[in-house]
């Protein structure tokens, strides 16, 4: 028993003294301020009843023995009814023998700290709720009989933990088999209870596979060592045996490790990892296809020009165009401002430099020649284009140049933001090319017209007989009425006058008739096909006549221009005619007829033959422009491949299309009018 009953007194803390069957002994100043009653009221009563103790957390009817030391939260009434928590510490003293002769008790009013405890309820009520919802799987682990183990190994004289896991993945067995798990959230019933919690983490060895075991051994040592997480990415498996790819986190900080308990976290990154892998594949892929191709290929970092775009656009200026004409520097700025960054071995080929490392150059040295092209590009850029593609004069490191067709294309299949991948082909070759396939085509088309002769050499003989006929007859009139005595002058003049315009006329023919024989280069130039319509229709009306059929024309006014080779157009036209007239054979005569319609269509101009023949099977119609296809005795089917092939070279279409009614056969050319955006020669290479 205290010596010193004043201390007792003085001290801030209840402190009462209890006999063996718990009566109250002594009871100081504090503890009649906490519980109201004086020493004299409780003095010999049961503590316990007085005021009516229980105490939190253990149930009423099991108290804990009265020797022994305890510490607690009791609830206790003072007298005025009012409950007081107190934070009670016992202990027993006077210990002579096997008994004790009483208890001292210090208590410690905490009835205040009610509110506080409330907020950690609170905190606590949230933490749970955060450790629920969470969409990441967790688990508070118990260290103890892990860490029990590893003191074991270490007073066994194992000094190197590291080695001693790495190389026994038994003994990483053996401690995962030692984790408690206290609890677990729901994410981690599905996650690896596939819903099921009942089985779950009977032994944490069920869902950690071989090839994780060293994960588990770091983050044991990563603890021991006082880091305070822990993280790497590993499998688990389900309670099903399912694989999947996790990332594992472990909260570890020392004081938590000191009381045995760490937080686990466990996040389900297969898709995650599945993307990952699908986006490294393919951008191998793409690696693979960019350093292989056969095209020569280059990687160009715009991402400084697109800022500069960016700020030209802040900054208010939406017509780059005018941007550049008032900046002339712009463009050669712009071009330093992109670098080459890669480049496969085709690239290194075509610019002719010994090593890749030599192609890494400012692009300005790239398109020196090529400025105009740069600008158009840039257009392109600005206006938001992602490909573009452009015929360009290229200049190589050497200094040589080269005809480059290059195609572009921006935000492509690698992940770099502003990088560009163009593929550039060496056009010279090409442009060769379409030269001599220009030339031939040409000479197929003056076989083709030479044919087209030999069938009109009837009715050219007859056009131009005719005036030569005129001519003569008109001539031995002239020669009578000047050996008259008294000529009539007007007769004389009117006479000269005709004969003058059938000569005009037969030279006429003659010079369409040559036109047509002569093996000329076309001449491409803006048309009006209705021109050229009625011209190709006074050549060929006189054959079809001789065949019993007329030819209508409707034209169409106010069409938009074509660009055209006047004679090719004319030839189409006279072929696709005596084709009509041909297949009108068997037709009555007074059916036989031609319509020829000029007409716009979807923007462009349109020739349309419709006639009253025998028509076109199915089985021929897939045949037509087949070269040497023919249905007719002494044919020679190259008529139809060879007006394909010319208005083709014009950028037209022609074909078989649905005749209307009373109509058999309709053939259509389309030819695209002459315009901005698509217009001559921007677009389209001129056939040579
Ligand atoms: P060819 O006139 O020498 O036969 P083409 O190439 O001009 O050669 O024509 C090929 C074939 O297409 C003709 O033999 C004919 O069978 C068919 N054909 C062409 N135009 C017509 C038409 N207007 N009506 C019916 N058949 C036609």
Redesign the pocket.
Same mark, same amino acid.
């Given at each position: 028993m205290p010596k010193n009953d004043d201390m007792l007194q003085l001290s801030p803390e209840s402190i009462v003294l209890l006999g063996a069957k718990g009566e109250v002994l002594a009871w100081n100043a504090a503890s009649e301020r906490l519980y109201g009653w004086s020493s004299d009221d409780v003095v010999g009563s049961n503590m316990r009843d007085r005021l009516r103790c229980t105490i939190e957390g253990i149930p009423a009817d099991s108290p804990p023995p009265l020797f022994d030391p305890f510490r607690g939260v009791f609830r206790r009434f003072a007298r005025d009814g009012s409950m007081r928590r107190v934070d009670v510490f016992r202990m027993p003293y006077g210990v002579t023998g096997e008994t004790p002769s009483g208890i001292v008790e210090f208590g410690r009013d905490i009835t205040q700290n009610i509110q506080p405890s409330r907020v950690l309820e609170k905190v606590s009520h949230r933490y749970e709720n955060l450790f629920n919802a969470m969409p990441a799987s967790f688990w508070h682990l118990e260290l103890l009989g892990a860490t029990a183990i590893v003191s074991q190994w270490r007073e066994e004289g194992i000094v190197d933990l590291h080695g001693y896991l790495a190389g026994n993945p038994a003994a990483v067995r053996t401690l995962i088999g030692q984790m408690k798990i206290l609890s677990f959230n729901e994410r981690t019933v599905e996650l690896f209870g596939e819903g099921r919690r009942d089985a779950l983490f009977e032994d944490l060895n069920q869902v950690w596979p071989d090839e994780s075991l060293h994960v588990f051994a770091s983050s044991v040592l990563a603890a021991l060592n006082r880091h305070e997480t822990y993280s790497a990415e590993c499998t688990f498996l389900t309670l099903s045996g399912a694989r999947f790819d996790a990332l594992f986190t472990a909260s570890m900080p020392w004081p938590e490790v000191q009381r045995g308990q760490v937080l686990v976290g466990v996040v389900d990154i297969s898709e995650t990892r599945r993307a990952r892998k699908e986006a490294e594949a393919s951008e191998q892929r793409y690696l693979e296809l960019f350093n292989s191709s056969p095209a020569a290929n280059v990687e160009i970092d715009c991402s400084q020009l697109d800022n500069v775009l960016a700020r030209l656009r802040l900054s208010g200026v939406d017509d780059l165009g005018a941007y550049m004409d008032a900046h002339p520097d712009f463009v050669e700025e712009a071009l330093d401002s992109c670098t080459v960054v890669a480049v496969n071995a085709s690239f290194v080929h075509l610019m002719r430099v010994a090593t890749r490392e030599y192609a890494f150059i400012s692009l300005r040295r790239y398109w020196a020649r090529a400025l105009p092209a740069y600008r158009q590009f840039l257009l392109a850029r600005f206006s938001g284009l992602t490909t573009y593609e452009s015929q360009v004069l290229m200049t190589r490191p050497g200094g040589t140049t080269f005809n480059c067709l290059v195609s572009s294309v921006y935000q492509p299949m690698t992940s770099r933001p502003g990088v560009m991948i163009a593929s550039l082909a060496d056009v010279s070759e090409m442009s060769r090319a379409r030269q001599v396939l220009a030339r031939t085509r040409s000479d197929l088309a003056h076989a083709g017209r030479v044919a087209v002769l030999g069938e009109l050499a009837a009715s050219i003989v007859h056009e131009v007989s005719q005036p030569l006929t005129a001519i003569m007859l008109d001539s031995q009139t002239v020669l009578r009425t000047l050996n008259h005595p008294a000529p009539d002058h007007a007769e004389l003049r009117e006479l000269a006058s005709r004969s003058s315009a059938q000569a005009i006329r037969a030279t006429e023919i003659l010079a369409r008739i040559h036109s047509m024989a002569k093996r000329a280069e076309p001449i491409y130039q803006p048309l009006g096909i209705n021109r050229t319509v009625l011209d190709a229709v006074a050549v060929v009306r006189d054959e079809c006549r001789r065949m019993g059929t007329e030819i209508e024309t409707v034209l169409a006014e106010g069409l938009p221009l074509v660009i055209g080779d006047d004679v090719q157009l004319q030839q189409v036209v006279i072929?696709?005619s @005596?084709? *009509?007239a041909? *297949?009108m054979k068997h037709t009555p005569e007074r059916l036989r007829n031609i319509r020829i319609t000029t007409l716009e269509r979807e923007g462009g101009v349109c020739v349309v033959?419709d006639?009253m !023949? *025998?028509?076109?099977t199915a089985r021929?119609a897939k045949r037509?422009?087949d070269s040497f296809? &023919? &249905?007719?005795e002494g044919? @020679? !089917?190259? !008529?139809?491949?060879i007006?394909r092939s010319l208005i083709e070279a014009h950028g037209g279409t022609i074909a078989l299309e649905l005749a209307p009614a009373a109509w058999? &056969?309709r053939?259509a050319v389309t030819l695209p009018p002459l315009a901005a955006g698509n217009g001559w020669p921007v677009t389209r290479p001129a056939p040579q």
């Open positions: 072929n696709l @005596l084709n *009509a041909q *297949a033959v006639d !023949g *025998a028509g076109v021929q037509l422009f296809f &023919t &249905t007719k044919g @020679l !089917g190259i !008529g139809l491949p007006c058999s &056969t053939f």
